[in-house]
């Protein structure tokens, strides 16, 4: 059942005592805490009339419990960040409010609505981790802290507990390696750009995008102590970067003693050397890792470590031996720490899950709704703790949906079997701040006695969504439930296809970004059917930004899924040389990139504009402006050089239907593609080839200016693209 009551800690717990409220009783709330705080943020208006109660744990489980009466609302929590996970349950259940990354519906009345029954949950597992390791490249390299004040604060309300933080460990590993053997600016050429630093973390890459500033690594270290702090103010575990190997060029010869083995090449980048981790040399700069990085934020309870990840090598360096001197190092800095370990592709390898301590181990499943082979994890992983994970976006796509029905089908029975090793929930797409409705059915999965009913759940979304029950949001959303969020992990896929527009043109295109499905894995016909429903909503739901921000997104998805339909048709008149059709084809074609460029505009998340003036808000001088600027902007098209762009096949990686991408560099590629194919009709000839790389790279040279705020109205807009299904 969707969001439902759930018993707190079993049916005995009827008042505050069973609980263990902590301190005097009532007389405990605490007005002027962590919570508090935030909902003041939050809610302005309506946050004095809400107190906050710090529980105890009741058999190692987190707790709330939320009771009162109108305009007099008591939250009991175990943490800071529970009480508002328990909060947020009352708004979605009660007061058919809620927050998320990407709008929010929250016209409340004066004086908040009482819960005339208790809104209760309890945790079913301990570890409830947020956020991939590419989050900072592909949600915002750039963003500041009122930015990430309000992101801790919706994870806090969808009850995370633990939260990947990479911002600040370039500044780390500048300290770290200054103290072996380099100098200051050795180090700023070898940290790569903000965009591209989670990739240089996991060991992939390196320098590209640099040298980072002095400056740069300042700013970016006092941010990450914000960060760091908020998280722990909340009660929530800072994830942070561990040290498995990692070193800059020449390190051997530098370090007498030293042993590195080279990783070759990821995506056509040289990959740092790894340092054989058996060796005293490895553990000198571990414990220099360390104790730099408890210097500048501080020790926590979980280091996320990936060994020999995508492809790395280990040469004759024994996999077991090595991942037990990681640990050991690990270990002589924070005894009791959690090593948390991605689950992707090989990884991790079953001869460092063999060879750790399964008591202070983590495996982040990212594959458990895409591979239908996937069915026993404690089988794969020895019986290692891992915690069911989804990966439903790649690259920061816009593309709308997820396997919602492996994640209802799949949790509830992998965590109670006989034996199971599940112990937490791992949210980690690869972007965050889209799909709310995903990010709120996966969170709930942690909060919910039993199987979750997908009917119920969209049903009871569609109110919690817009405030109220209206007939055409629930067919909307049922629409949504049965298409986008309908698909499943049966065609080894856990993300949806992306649209066509934002490929390198070719008349047999089926996929922007080359790891992405060839095909749209529902049907374009009855998704098409959400868009009207939800332009029928009762105008006095439309003033949110969730039905806004809904109604881009679905008449955005309505639009991309034409590229799909349209493209064949216009291969087809090409190979029929047939001018005519192939010339008003194409104009439909160039007419939905505009359309689509002017539906996004009128969304500040869609602007690319905001994304590149995030970058040059971080440089200090016009020529690190420029600099930084590049570095976002190249993520997003190119990703890097050629060899990588063209032989690894990462350009587009992380193509997405924004307003300035739309308009801007994939219309030019388009337009200038359909030209020379006429003139290849006209003059009887093959098409010239076309670099497309020289292309991307001159207009990543010379960007247009592009908006910084939205522009436009989406209802007209979104009738009008309603009207051309």
Excluded at 69 to 95: C, K, M, N, S
Excluded at 324 to 347: F, M, S
Aim: aromatic share 10%.
């Amino acid at each position: 059942m969707p969001i439902a009551r759930r018993t707190l800690l079993g049916a005995a717990l009827a008042g505050s005592a069973a609980l263990g409220t902590t301190g005097a009783g009532a007389a405990g709330a605490a007005q002027a805490g962590p919570a508090a705080a935030a909902l003041a943020r939050l809610l302005p208006r309506h946050h004095h009339q809400v107190s906050f109660r710090t529980v105890a744990r009741r058999g190692g489980h987190d707790a709330f419990r939320v009771t009162g009466d109108a305009g007099r609302i008591v939250v009991e929590g175990t943490t800071p960040a529970v009480q508002l996970t328990g909060f947020h349950h009352y708004l979605r259940q009660v007061a058919h409010a809620h927050l998320s990354w990407r709008g929010e519906q929250t016209a409340l009345p004066a004086r908040l609505p009482a819960a005339r029954t208790p809104v209760t949950g309890t945790a079913n597992v301990a570890h409830r981790f947020v956020l991939n390791d590419t989050n900072d490249g592909y949600t915002g390299p750039y963003h500041d802290w009122d930015y990430w004040e309000r992101e801790i604060d919706v994870l806090a309300l969808h009850g995370f507990n633990e939260v990947l933080v990479y911002a600040g460990a370039d500044a780390v590993y500048h300290r770290t390696f200054i103290e072996h053997g380099y100098s200051d600016a050795e180090i700023r050429r070898w940290v790569p750009g903000p965009a591209h630093q989670p990739w240089w973390l996991m060991q992939n890459m390196s320098a590209f995008g640099g040298p980072v500033s002095t400056r740069l690594l300042e700013r970016r270290t006092a941010l990450a102590r914000r960060i760091v702090r908020r998280l722990r103010e909340l009660g929530m575990s800072p994830v942070l970067p561990g040290y498995f190997g990692t070193v800059p060029p020449d390190f051997a010869r530098r370090n007498p003693g030293a042993r590195t083995v080279p990783q070759g090449d990821w995506g056509g980048f040289d990959r740092p050397d790894w340092l054989d981790p058996r060796t005293p040399r490895f553990a000198a700069v571990a414990r220099t890792f360390y104790r730099v990085q408890q210097e500048l934020y501080g020790a926590t309870s979980m280091y996320k470590m990936d060994l020999l990840h995508e492809g790395g090598t280990p040469g004759d360096v024994p996999v077991g031996d090595a991942a037990r001197a990681v640990e050991k190092a690990l270990r002589t800095a924070h005894p009791d720490a959690v090593w948390a370990i991605l689950g992707w592709q090989r990884n991790p390898r079953r001869e460092i899950v063999d060879a750790v301590d399964h008591t202070r181990i983590l495996v982040l499943d990212g594959i458990s709704d895409r591979f239908p082979h996937v069915t026993d994890r404690e089988a794969d992983w020895g019986g290692a703790p891992y915690a069911f994970g989804t990966i439903w976006n790649f690259g920061g796509h816009t593309a709308l949906g997820a396997n919602a029905p492996d994640w209802a089908a799949l949790y509830h029975r992998w965590r109670t079997k006989p034996g199971s090793a599940l112990r937490g929930i791992a949210v980690m797409p690869e972007a965050a701040d889209n799909d709310p409705a995903a990010l709120a059915l996966f969170s709930d999965l942690a909060w919910t006695d039993g199987p979750v009913r997908l009917d119920a759940w969209f049903g009871q979304w569609a109110v919690t969504r817009y405030g109220a029950h209206d007939a055409g949001a629930a067919r909307a959303w049922d629409v949504l439930r049965r298409t986008a969020y309908g698909t499943s992990r049966a065609d080894s896929w856990s993300e949806q296809a992306d649209g066509l527009f934002g490929a390198r043109p070719d008349l047999a295109a089926d996929r922007g970004a080359a790891w992405s499905p060839r095909a749209l894995r529902y049907d374009a016909a009855e998704f098409d059917k959400a868009l009207p429903a939800l332009l029928s909503v009762s105008p006095a739901l439309r003033r949110s930004t969730a039905y806004r921000t809904d109604l881009v997104d679905i008449t955005r998805q309505c639009i991309a899924n034409r590229s799909r339909l349209l493209l064949p048709r216009i291969k087809a008149a090409y190979e029929d040389r047939d001018h005519e059709r192939f010339t008003a084809l194409t104009r439909q074609w160039i007419d939905w990139m505009d359309l689509l460029d002017s539906v996004v505009a009128t969304d500040e998340r869609h602007l690319l504009g905001r994304w590149t003036a995030a970058a040059r808000a971080w440089g200090t001088t016009d020529a690190e402006r420029d600099q930084l600027q590049a570095d976002a902007l190249t993520l997003l098209t190119v990703w890097g050089p050629r060899p990588a762009a063209d032989g690894g096949k990462l350009h587009d990686y992380a193509n997405r239907e924004w307003s300035g991408l739309v308009g801007g560099l994939y219309r030019l590629r388009w337009k200038t593609y359909f030209d020379e194919l006429t003139a290849s009709l006209t003059h009887d000839r093959d098409p010239n080839p076309i670099d497309w790389y020289t292309l991307e790279s001159r207009w990543l040279q010379n960007p247009p200016t592009t908006r910084t705020r939205p522009t436009g109205d989406i209802v007209p807009l979104a009738r009008t693209v309603a009207s051309r299904l």
